[in-house]
């Protein structure tokens, strides 16, 4: 290849990597912003809360993967005069410009993987507890987990007390009117007491202890951080009320506990033994103190 052919190919290429890294910033932005246009779009906050827990971290990859690839062609701008034509200069500054786009791109995966759940964690809270309004136009009540078990039926019950499912009952006290909204259970993704990331996941159940009759009654799950590995187990116990059991019961409108995620309880015995418990209301910690008897759960 001349001295011609080589300053031909050098203007080709610096032209092609200014091009691709305008384009790829541009397509950044514009993946961002038809991101947060759809997401306003959506009308009701449950299926905002839908949307975002499904797609969100999936699009803010891709503007990362398009900033990564943006910053490839930069570094393929660097040194044109100086480097000339396609020699070993050449393919180093592009072999530096791979290595650039693939560690801007990894450390955002990492990023999305373990510190972004908390602050979409915090999200997705905000759109699951905002204001609901009935078809009347009146401001509806969020029920806390005791009244709302009178508006569920028997099977959605039976997915709450294994925190596999978890339901939101909304009412307008005016007209009676009743929304229930279905979310995934909280062990989906806990957050780590040692690192504290929402990383925290169920890898396996097991039934510990049963009824006379043979019926499951408590629950032991195992967990693991995904992040720094921190395992720890929880043991739940099964409520076996039937519908009827509620039948009777007139709800009663109280202020919601929203804002408490979880409540933990570390006991140490004076032999040395520890036990960790986790609830998810405070009636629930309550009751639990009153029937406590470290000897049977050591």
Not at 45 to 61: L, P, S, T
Request: contains cysteine; aromatic residues 14%; hydrophobic residues 40%.
């Amino acid at each position: 290849m001349d001295t011609q052919d080589e300053l031909a190919f050098v203007d080709g290429w610096y032209n092609f990597m200014l091009v691709s890294a305008i384009v790829c910033v541009v397509m950044a932005v514009v993946v961002f912003l038809v991101y947060h246009l759809k997401v306003s779009l959506i009308r009701t906050y449950k299926d905002k809360h839908d949307y975002v827990n499904a797609r969100e971290i999936k699009w803010v990859n891709w503007v990362f993967v398009f900033l990564g690839i943006s910053v490839a062609c930069v570094i393929n701008l660097y040194g044109k005069d100086e480097i000339g034509g396609p020699g070993i200069a050449f393919f180093v500054r592009f072999f530096f410009s791979i290595s650039g786009a693939t560690l801007i791109i990894y450390i955002a995966s990492l990023i999305l993987k373990y510190y972004y759940p908390t602050p979409l964690h915090k999200k997705l809270r905000k759109f699951r507890y905002a204001p609901r309004t009935s078809s009347a136009g009146n401001k509806m009540k969020l029920l806390s987990e005791d009244e709302e078990d009178v508006h569920l039926n028997e099977g959605m019950q039976a997915e709450e007390n294994i925190f596999s499912i978890d339901y939101d009952v909304w009412i307008d006290e005016k007209t009676q009117e009743v929304r229930i909204e279905k979310y995934q259970g909280h062990l989906i993704s806990l957050q780590c007491n040692n690192c504290g990331f929402y990383t925290m996941k169920v890898q396996r159940e097991e039934i510990v202890e049963r009824t006379e009759d043979g019926a499951p009654k408590e629950l032991l799950k195992h967990y693991q951080c995904s992040y720094c590995k921190n395992v720890r187990a929880t043991q739940f116990s099964i409520s076996h009320k039937e519908q009827e059991d509620y039948k009777h019961v007139k709800p009663k409108y109280r202020k919601s506990s929203k804002n408490i995620e979880l409540i933990k309880i570390d006991l140490h015995s004076a032999l040395g033994g520890k036990k960790s418990f986790e609830f998810q209301s405070i009636e629930e910690v309550q009751k639990f103190l009153n029937e406590f008897d470290f000897d049977k759960v050591s």
